[in-house]
């Protein structure tokens, strides 16, 4: 077993590095939201106004996730008072929203509209009316004592095999360590412009929105970033000045084919894009490599939920990449990185990689077995299980060999095809299925493969089973495809052989 060990150094409170950020900078841009500006003193007011409105230790406290002044709002004032904050998308189907609530038992909803959440019979307060009191009677910060570094800061969710998503419980002290990492990774100053790009219930939203509010830079909302078209968003990009992209890797490939195609650049500010959350395409490196991209950094990372933000990461193109650099043309596998400086790494059985120091989860909320799972005791000291093989490089560089389970990321977000199947297999028309991922389009993507009772129309129930699972989970665990089988391939032992049944039913 190989040993890493990183230098876990003691940083101060994320919510204490905001703070003297705003004392530092309180008239420069915080939030740039489709041209309205909050700078760092009213964002401070509207924090403090929230946290006065939430009182001191309010526990678990939902927000409505919208790419939002409101919602960043909202992060902070729960991290202001001690609480602890659970996203949640209102696109997301109703009882999944309800589910999640009741699991980390919420007991205050934070929204911008009436949501059907309501009927819990949970404190409600609204964002909105919260942001214009603060205009006229703001409120000065409360003193309070500290939260503990271990008290937990937020809860976010990951797939679960059974069906029900894992709520992992991430502390104070390790969003503390992430985001002091990534404010010296990223090279923030105050005069970046970073875009929030990702999707507001998963961490990557984390490490656009804190290194940046801890450093005095300006962060750029706007809906052009989501508009699904490429010259808009670009257009965007330059309009809004950015200096900072955090893409998935998914977006990135076809921005880089979308440039190409056309033979474009991105604009003159742009001088950082980081890319992650799946392996990256040595085509589209070779792609991106031949463009005018020599003065961005384009830093590759690696992380995972319950070890908080980025881990590992590696410039694979740009100023500060090795030189020569790789030979893309040729296929080269694209590294996920280093070990950061808070990061504790080892390589174990399988050639897994294990993750200890400071930015581990507490664990799954309400889960005892599989927190001792997948947090594990490695020579006295806690680590978690990724899952993931990698090798590693004399100099420590890792690269990822694929994934001792089923697991597989779909948008970027880690799936457990056994969840979907859980889902599926609670449809009255479905006898057996196997959900399995695959490649469609260049992405990473679901199939199901349905075995109809003999009740159920096997003409419609791929329509059926795909409407049924839209009422109930996010868009990302529904299948890209499904198709109906009259049976499955089973293993020697009688299990699904998901591998089997993909293999067997796309020769057909």
């Not at 360590?177 to 990774?185: D, P, Q």
């Not at 085509?283 to 995972?304: E, F, K, M, P, V």
Request: glycine residues 10%; neutral net charge; aromatic residues 4%.
């Amino acid at each position: 077993m190989s040993n890493n060990r990183g230098a876990s150094e003691v940083t101060s409170d994320l919510f204490d590095a905001f703070r003297q950020t705003t004392l530092r900078f309180p008239d420069r841009p915080a939030l740039i939201h489709h041209g309205r500006t909050v700078s760092y003193g009213r964002l401070d007011e509207l924090v403090n106004t929230l946290a006065a409105q939430l009182g001191s230790n309010p526990g678990a406290v939902a927000v409505q996730a919208t790419h939002t002044p409101e919602t960043v709002v909202g992060l902070l004032g729960v991290l202001a008072v001690g609480g602890v904050y659970c996203p949640v998308d209102p696109a997301f189907p109703a009882d999944r929203r309800q589910a999640m609530l009741s699991a980390v038992d919420c007991r205050t909803v934070l929204s911008t509209d009436p949501d059907p959440v309501a009927q819990l019979g949970l404190r409600q307060l609204d964002l909105g009316r919260l942001v214009a009191a603060a205009a006229e009677h703001p409120t000065a910060p409360a003193g309070q004592a500290p939260p503990a570094a271990d008290a937990p800061a937020y809860v976010l969710f990951t797939s679960g095999s059974t069906g029900q998503p894992k709520p992992v419980v991430t502390p104070r002290r390790a969003i503390s360590a992430g985001v002091h990492s990534l404010r010296h990774l990223f090279g923030l100053a105050p005069e970046d412009r970073v875009l929030q790009f990702a999707s507001l219930n998963w961490d990557t939203c984390f490490e656009e929105i804190l290194p940046t509010l801890t450093a005095g830079a300006a962060l750029v909302l706007d809906r052009e970033a989501h508009s699904g078209s490429f010259p808009r968003f670009l257009r965007m990009v330059e309009r809004e000045r950015i200096t900072v992209l955090d893409l998935p890797t998914a977006f990135w490939h076809e921005l880089v084919l979308h440039l190409t195609e056309d033979r474009l650049a991105l604009p003159d500010r742009v001088r950082l894009l980081v890319i992650g959350g799946e392996a990256v395409s040595p085509a589209r490196l070779a792609d991106w490599s031949r463009l005018d991209t020599g003065r961005i950094r384009l830093l590759n990372t690696y992380g995972c939920t319950e070890t908080t933000l980025v881990t590992h990461a590696v410039d694979l193109h740009g100023p500060e990449a090795p030189s020569p650099g790789w030979d893309w043309a040729a296929g080269t596998p694209a590294p996920i990185g280093r070990a950061l400086p808070h990061v504790v790494q080892q390589i174990g059985e399988q050639g897994e990689l294990l993750i200890g120091g400071p930015a581990l989860a507490l664990g799954y909320l309400g889960l005892p077995e599989a927190t001792e799972a997948r947090f594990a005791l490695v020579d006295g000291e806690r680590r978690f299980r990724t899952g993931d093989r990698v090798s590693s490089a004399p100099d420590g560089l890792l690269t990822h060999l694929g994934r001792l389970d089923h697991e597989i990321k779909v948008r970027g977000i880690r799936v457990d095809p056994g969840e979907v199947e859980a889902h599926i297999a609670s449809h009255p028309g479905v006898q057996a299925v196997a959900v399995v991922g695959t490649t469609l389009a260049g992405r990473s993507a679901l199939v199901a493969y349905l075995v109809p009772r003999t009740t159920a129309a096997a003409g419609t129930l791929d329509a059926e089973v795909r409407s049924y699972l839209r009422g109930r989970v996010p868009g990302h665990l529904v299948p890209s495809r499904i198709t109906v089988v009259p049976r499955l391939v089973l293993t020697a032992t009688g299990k699904v052989d998901r591998a089997g049944s993909h293999l067997r039913h796309a020769a057909r």
